[in-house]
């Protein structure tokens, strides 16, 4: 349940169109609802203003549509990511208007279209970064922000990153996703004015130590104000860019 739903509720209260006694029924779920393998944040909504989003990895496909099923009761939209194609198979039957996107993992139900706001510019290194930029981005615009993609612009043949400037310096946040050595977060950064999040990715040869010398190349960037997820979490980068951006457009 998120605030505006609330606030329908306690309305249709004070003017008699909802008992009492229905009303409770339908906040006995808040602040959580124990499923007995899980225990569902229907709060989180109110407090963050986002839904819980559902992990994936390490759950079965009952206990991912038991879960989904209890958050699209309570009018949640629902996102659930590091779910691959196989997996997806398996629940698509018990979650009506599930929609898949097998580049970024995941997948999502729009129970009611967010109204989207401001700009998230996913701009990521080599194609073979896609799978992490499409989990930001769609994680991004699955949390109501309009979302630009700028792929394969790597330092590698910086001319590419150039010509797509004006694209860049026209979003609200920037995510960088960047394997290799991950010097394209520190380019970025240099010239952009955006709040910046840095996302490294696990793609490189033997040096690379699976993601870990982009990890340490972002974190010791000398360009001020860039902020760093973990390796390969588009997921984290795609949220935190959407609060910056939430905050930003609240304020306006």
Sequence with gaps: MDEARLKRLLESVARGRTSPARAIERLKVLPFEDLGFAKVDHHRALRRGFPEVIFCEGKTPGEIAGIAKKMSACGANILATRCDAALFRK???????????????????????????????????????????EEAALTAHYLGCGVDRLYDVGVAGIHRLLRSWERIRGADCIVVVAGMEGALASVVAGIAEAPLVAVPTSVGYGASFGGLAALLTMLNSCAGGVTVVNIDNGFGAGYAAAVIVKSIHARK
């Design 91 to 133: 629940v698509r039957a018990r979650i009506p208007g599930a929609v898949f996107h097998p580049e970024g993992n995941l997948f999502a139900v729009e129970r009611r279209r967010p109204r989207r706001r401001g700009l998230v510019a996913v701009v990521s290194g080599g194609t073979s970064d896609r799978p992490v930029a």
